[in-house]
């Protein structure tokens, strides 16, 4: 063989071998169709499929997950062991009952404590309680070992400088410790027949709206019947020498003469007149008297920007806003100089038909000098036994009862809470006694 034949030969060879190596790395693009005929026997294995998912070539992007990653569900707050109920009695006096149920298999140790109204005092209470005065109110603790399955009622009787006015007075029942809460509620004694009784001695003199009114009905019947009287004076002549029937010799033609029209005099226009005025300008200035006194000058605006209308109230009132409903049944702060640890416990009512996320940094607690705190959300996850309450949306229709920790620096004392669901939310203020 000649010597050229043998280099063509092994050159031949040796480029035949580069594209078989050349072509080797292509082996696994043609291998789809094989690999899509697999699974069908791998289906009646289930354990073994997910281990073919990490079998991705370098530099391709892996497969998505088997099972899609479960949505976040709102988990409800857990049910407390124990229930309270608030009524209030039909008594001359201001009388509250207390009714705390205990649902659960296991006998519970509770304190139950009421708040009381500002300027009342307890004049009855049920055995095992007692009254403590504290720097802005008055409450009264009572420690219960609940029965399972069972009910205690407590009552209590109050006192108070305004009898004819309404007073709520909240009850929660927390742990044994007397830190974490279970449940509160609330009631309103209200003296509405001694309202009206009042209303009804009330001599006619001492109504504002009464005396105007007659003022301005007797000068309009004075009016009248000065007219009337001045009508009936006319002399019957008139109607003779207007040329009707009655005359009796014919009488010569006289040209029409304008007769200048009667008024009456002045010295009796004058009184009528400064009567009605005096009556309208008292009526105005009553009814702009009460509705500025009715203005609260510390309200949230109501229009604008701000969704729903601004709530103002006091401890134990559900304020509702456009979202939530806000009860605010107890608030005490620690004394001290420096830091101080106020706890407020709240109960939240999502009232809207979807669930709402709300957030510590809206919930405020105001100072006499304008400034204000927000929640302290590690202090409220701690009182919370870990628990953060901001994380989770809160499900429509559901209520929740929790304690808020405000730090406040200095001695003053808080003035008022401000709550509400979301930003734009014209939320409620509630006035701390």
């Known amino acids: 063989m000649p010597a050229s034949t043998r280099h063509h030969r092994a050159l031949a060879v040796f480029v035949h071998c580069l594209g078989i190596l050349a072509a080797v790395p292509a082996l696994p693009t043609a291998a789809p169709p094989a690999a899509a005929a697999e699974p069908r026997p791998a289906a009646a294995q289930p354990t073994a499929q997910p281990t073919a998912a ?29 229930t309270v109920a608030v009524a209030p009695e039909s008594t001359p006096a201001p009388r509250y009952r207390i009714q705390v149920r205990n649902d659960g298999a296991a006998p519970v140790s509770t304190t139950v404590r009421q708040e009381l109204p500002p300027g009342s005092s307890a004049t009855a209470i049920t055995d095992g309680g007692r009254a403590t005065r504290t720097a802005g109110s008055t409450e009264v603790t009572w420690r219960l070992q609940v029965p399972a399955r069972s009910t205690t009622t407590l009552g209590t009787t109050l006192t108070t400088v305004a009898p004819d006015r309404p007073l709520t007075a909240p009850a929660c029942a927390f742990d044994s410790v007397g830190s974490r809460p279970y449940d509160c509620a609330t009631a ?89 005025l005096t009556g309208t300008a008292g009526t105005a200035a009553w009814t702009a008297t009460r509705r500025v006194a009715a203005i609260d000058t510390d309200s949230q605006p109501t229009a604008g920007a701000w969704v729903g209308r601004g709530v103002a109230g006091t401890v134990g009132e559900p304020l509702r806003e456009s979202a939530f409903e806000f009860t605010v049944y107890r608030v005490a702060c620690q004394p001290g100089r420096s830091a101080r640890r106020c706890e407020a416990t709240v109960g939240v009512r999502n009232v809207s038909p979807e669930r709402q996320t709300w957030h510590g940094r809206l919930q405020r607690a105001y100072l006499p000098d304008g400034n204000f705190v ?37 001695e003053k004392p808080l003035q008022q809470l401000e709550l509400r669901s979301g930003v734009f939310s014209a939320g409620v203020r509630v006035d701390v006694p």
Do not use: H
Request: glycine letters at 8%; a positive charge; aromatic letters at 6%.
């Open 188 to 276: 309103t004694w209200n003296a509405a027949s001694a309202s009206a009784q009042r209303a009804e001695v009330t001599p006619v003199w001492r109504r504002p709206a009464a005396l105007l009114a007659g003022f301005g009905g007797v000068a309009a019947l004075a009016v009248g019947g000065i007219w009337l009287v001045r009508r009936r004076r006319r002399p019957t002549a008139a109607a003779l020498a207007s040329g009707g029937p009655g005359t009796v010799y014919p009488r010569p033609a006289t040209p029409d003469v304008t007769r200048r029209r009667r008024r009456p005099s002045t010295w009796l226009l004058v009184p009528a007149v400064v009567l009605v």
């Open 54 to 82: 990490p079998s991705a070539a370098p530099g391709r992007p892996s497969a998505p997950p088997a099972l899609p990653s479960p949505t976040r569900v709102v988990v409800p707050p857990p049910k407390p062991p124990i």
């Open 374 to 410: 927000s929640t302290d959300e590690q202090a409220t996850r701690m009182a919370n036994l870990g628990r953060d309450v901001f994380a989770e949306p809160m499900a429509a229709g559901s209520r929740m009862v929790l304690p808020l920790v405000f730090t406040v620096q200095g």
